[in-house]
């Protein structure tokens, strides 16, 4: 199966495409973006639509002239309409910030992965913005960095956007980037330290102290193979958010936990148990949720195919593949692609897709071409998926190889005159 350890993954939702010409009125419109996926406040005269991006320069500047006076890991305040608790909120956009064109530029770049150039115009707009406004750049500018994949590159952006506002609203995002560079190093205790400094910040909201401690047994437990402590933490931040008050501020995380229980558990050979999690997971809408959810599902038939095989139980295997298998695994590699923040997913479900279009070629004795020609496919798109030089193309460009020759060997020659055309 496929590495599990997390690199730094591109940003997905980065992909906002800011009218830099519209005009706009001198009124300044900020809006935000609560748990049940509202933006507020919506013109009235628009309907809003649900799962949207953040909103165009049109709609902030179509909005009521409300400002984001404070936006804090603890409140959201606004100019009018009173403040939100920080964990009802999940994204703030700022209308001085669309309308800028170095900001707007940078928004160009990032949705066309030119993620340095994207850094750096985040960083120049934020020298040109104040309060809010500033503070999405930096935020920004840190996003775009973490997807240079250059870790000393992500790190300062980090920082720059913690000196320049303590309590950022932002504060877990920026810690949680910190950790996994520290973890990619080999430091796992500062990776610890880094996720510590949120669940220990004064007041901070249950959500993200919840996603830190989520992270926190992700990186330094699950990912480092210690199997049975991370499904024993998981196992107590489950339990922790079911009694929790703000149920929605914590259902994504608690959803996540599901999953890494259950990944934890099939790494124990405990296919039986880890399948319940899964499922229950299936139940998010979440594309990160759902795309392990389902890969877990197929690693679960994966294995029980497996077992049936060893039992000499040909037909129940390849239906197990054929039924379950594959089509848990598609579902995170077309349906979730996408969508997902990190692809390290659709990674796993792609390389083990194509181990169970081989096992199916193998079960046929040589004889299901079309098998071999999806695992080959499979084999070619991971391979432009991954980054040029790394130890894990070099794997499945060997892999491919060799099912290409054995597929190869699978087509009858063609002899005599060419098929005539369909009428």
Not at 227 to 252: D, F, N, P, T
């Given at each position: 199966m496929f590495d599990r350890a997390r690199l730094l993954a591109p940003l997905a939702g980065l992909a906002l495409v800011v009218g830099i010409a519209a005009p706009a009125p001198r009124a300044s419109a900020d809006m935000i973006q609560t748990l049940d996926q509202k933006w507020f406040p919506w013109p009235e005269a628009a309907p809003q639509p649900m799962n949207i991006d953040p909103p165009s320069q049109d709609a902030l500047a179509a909005s009521d002239d409300v400002k984001i006076v404070e936006a804090t890991y603890e409140t959201v305040k606004l100019s009018k309409g009173g403040s939100k608790p920080a964990a009802q909120v999940t994204q703030l956009a700022s209308l001085d910030a669309a309308r800028n064109e170095t900001f707007a530029q940078a928004m160009n770049d990032a949705s066309s992965k030119l993620f340095v150039e994207a850094s750096e115009g985040f960083r120049a707009a934020a020298g040109?913005?104040?309060?809010?406004?500033?503070?999405?750049?930096?935020?920004?500018?840190?996003?775009?960095?973490?997807?240079?994949?250059?870790?000393?590159?992500?790190?300062?952006?980090?920082?720059?956007?913690?000196?320049?506002?303590?309590?950022?609203?932002?504060?877990?995002?920026?810690?949680?980037?910190?950790?996994?560079?520290?973890?990619?190093?080999?430091?796992?205790?500062?990776?610890?330290?880094?996720?510590?400094?949120?669940?220990?910040?004064?007041?901070?909201?249950?959500?993200?102290?919840?996603?830190?401690?989520?992270?926190?047994?992700?990186?330094?437990?699950?990912?480092?193979?210690?199997?049975?402590?991370?499904?024993?933490?998981?196992?107590?931040?489950?339990?922790?958010?079911?009694?929790?008050?703000?149920?929605?501020?914590?259902?994504?995380?608690?959803?996540?936990?599901?999953?890494?229980?259950?990944?934890?558990?099939?790494?124990l050979r405990k296919d039986k148990e880890a399948r319940p999690y899964f499922v229950q997971a299936t139940e998010s809408r979440d594309a990160d949720v759902l795309a392990g959810a389902y890969n877990g599902l197929g690693d679960v038939a994966l294995t029980e195919a497996r077992t049936l095989k060893d039992a000499k139980q040909l037909n129940e295997a390849k239906a197990k593949l054929e039924n379950e298998a594959i089509l848990h695994y598609l579902r995170v590699s077309v349906k979730y692609r996408a969508d997902v923040t990190d692809t390290t997913v659709v990674l796993r479900a792609m390389e083990n897709q194509a181990a169970v279009f081989i096992a199916l070629f193998d079960m046929s004795g040589g004889k299901d071409c079309e098998a071999a020609d999806r695992a080959c496919r499979t084999y070619a798109e991971l391979v432009r998926m991954l980054p040029e030089g790394s130890a894990q193309r070099r794997t499945i460009g060997r892999a491919y190889q060799e099912i290409d020759k054995r597929r190869d060997a699978c087509k009858p020659p063609t002899t005599g005159k060419p098929p005539l055309p369909p009428e």
């Open positions: 040109e913005l104040k309060d809010y406004a500033k503070q999405e750049a930096l935020y920004r500018a840190m996003q775009a960095a973490e997807g240079t994949g250059d870790a000393g590159r992500a790190t300062a952006a980090a920082d720059e956007l913690l000196g320049a506002f303590p309590k950022t609203f932002y504060f877990c995002d920026a810690q949680i980037l910190k950790a996994k560079v520290a973890a990619i190093k080999g430091d796992i205790a500062g990776a610890g330290a880094a996720l510590d400094a949120v669940k220990n910040a004064p007041a901070m909201n249950v959500r993200d102290s919840y996603r830190a401690q989520y992270t926190k047994v992700s990186l330094t437990l699950e990912l480092q193979r210690k199997y049975e402590q991370a499904a024993s933490e998981y196992r107590v931040l489950i339990a922790s958010m079911e009694r929790e008050k703000e149920a929605a501020a914590v259902l994504v995380t608690k959803q996540r936990c599901q999953v890494g229980l259950g990944n934890c558990l099939l790494a």
